[in-house]
């Protein structure tokens, strides 16, 4: 099988590095990738949002199967001008892909298919968010309408602080606080069969003990010992089925990775978000755990044969990802720092860059994703920052706490 994946972070490196472990992948490529996923695939230059673009280098590279990794290509249309083509296509419609590039298409989705989640209110004036924000009180959570990577997301006590983002976004969603441990949960479908993967939690805020701004995820784990034993089966039942069923009545089938975030609160679990990709760093320790060959499963889904794939595999153990980020990070984060021993297994690369004279550097705000796995939790956590000692780069900032207290049994339902 040929495969052409899009994208160029650290989850496109987890892509690369599972897409290149499936024995049925004798090519792979990637566009326009990053110096990490140079050591599995092919790279190839890109513009990832420019579907024709996309489309003629799927053509020209014969692909069997193209992963399309964030989200901004797919709302843009990537994956129809690859289906227009006759190439199977692992990632939904840009009219699917709206669950993730519009909040307020997914709450209009979610109250459509009775799906359990915050009440909310879509605000474009000032004036709407501050009646929004009086009426839910806090905790405000306050969030982009649109694509942010990550970080359109305000929650804080303070009135002014969430009138300010609502503000400087425009069009926001202003939803009321579920509170309770959050849970990340995959779903690769065909647009009707499921296969849910194994949940993981990320930490958003940047630093230890949730403190500081939110980012795009300073860190994850998997399995989720904690959680209920039924969690999985119940979001599937609750949210995932009808959700796909309302998009189907819509005319807009979503096949692809549908990202679930949940908050597990005291009524039972309620949706934060939709994604409509893998998301990250969640999927490097969902991936390094994940026993089924990778490409095999995304071309079921991509070709609608989900429902005869066999039940997914798993490995024993426990995996933890630790993200190393850029100095300023998550503000404008500085780049050009040398970084040493990113070449070590389980070293996921994301915001990364060669130097003319092959020095490898940072490039982003997320640099590199450090991610092992152990025969439990606390062995993954040991090896995960045994890890991240042997990696170098100046002015990094990660947290020191990622899966603490799981591991100390500290998280209560």
């Known amino acids: 099988m040929r495969v052409l994946l899009i994208g160029s972070g650290g989850r496109e490196h987890a892509l690369a590095v599972g897409l290149a472990a499936d024995p049925s992948v004798d090519f792979l490529a990637a566009a326009p990738g990053n110096p990490g996923i140079a050591g599995v695939a092919e790279l190839h230059e890109v513009n990832a949002t420019d579907p024709a673009a996309v489309a003629a280098l799927a053509v020209e590279l014969s692909a069997d ?45 979610m109250a459509a298919a009775g799906v359990p989640t915050a009440r909310s209110f879509t605000c474009s ?68 069969a499921v296969a849910p993967l194994m949940p993981a939690q990320d930490f958003k805020r940047l630093r230890d003990g949730d403190e500081g701004p939110n980012t795009g995820g300073m860190g994850a784990y998997a399995p989720l010992d904690w959680a209920p034993a039924d969690l999985v089966e119940r979001v599937v039942r609750e949210t995932v089925e009808p959700t796909l069923a309302e998009m189907r009545r819509r005319g807009t089938p979503f096949s692809g990775l549908l990202y679930v975030g949940l908050a597990l609160t005291p009524a039972g679990p309620k949706v934060i978000e939709f ?35 066999p039940p997914l595999a798993w490995k024993p153990g426990a995996a933890i990802t630790v ?85 100390e049994g500290q998280i209560t339902l």
């Open 65 to 109: 199967l193209v992963v399309v990794g964030p989200e901004a290509p797919l709302v843009a249309g990537v994956a129809d001008a690859v289906r227009a083509k006759g190439i199977a296509v692992f990632g939904p419609s840009g009219a699917a892909a709206q669950l993730e590039g519009s909040k307020t298409f997914a709450k209009d989705v």
């Open 275 to 309: 994604n409509a990709r893998f998301g990250d760093p969640e999927t490097q320790v969902v991936l390094a755990l994940l026993d089924t060959p990778l490409a095999g499963l995304l071309t079921a889904a991509a070709t609608g044969r989900l429902a005869e794939h």
């Open 323 to 407: 993200v190393l980020a850029s100095h300023n990070y998550p503000g404008t984060p500085r780049t050009g720092d040398v970084i040493e021993g990113a070449e070590a297994p389980g070293v996921i690369h994301a915001g990364t860059a060669r130097r003319p004279d092959g020095a490898l550097v940072s490039a982003g705000g997320r640099v590199l994703s450090v991610t092992a796995a152990g025969a439990d939790l606390r062995a993954a956590r040991e090896a995960a920052y045994a890890l991240v000692d042997r990696v170098g780069m100046e002015g990094a900032q990660y947290r020191t706490d990622i899966a603490l207290k799981a591991v």
């Open 125 to 192: 004036s000032p004036e709407q968010a501050r009646a929004a924000l009086e009426e839910l009180g806090a905790p405000y959570v306050v969030k982009n309408d649109g694509l942010a990577a990550g970080k359109g997301v305000v929650v804080t006590d303070s009135f002014d602080a969430a009138l300010k983002h609502a503000e400087e976004c425009g069009k926001v969603v202003i939803e009321e606080y579920l509170s309770g441990p959050e849970v990340s949960l995959f779903v690769v479908t065909d647009g009707t």
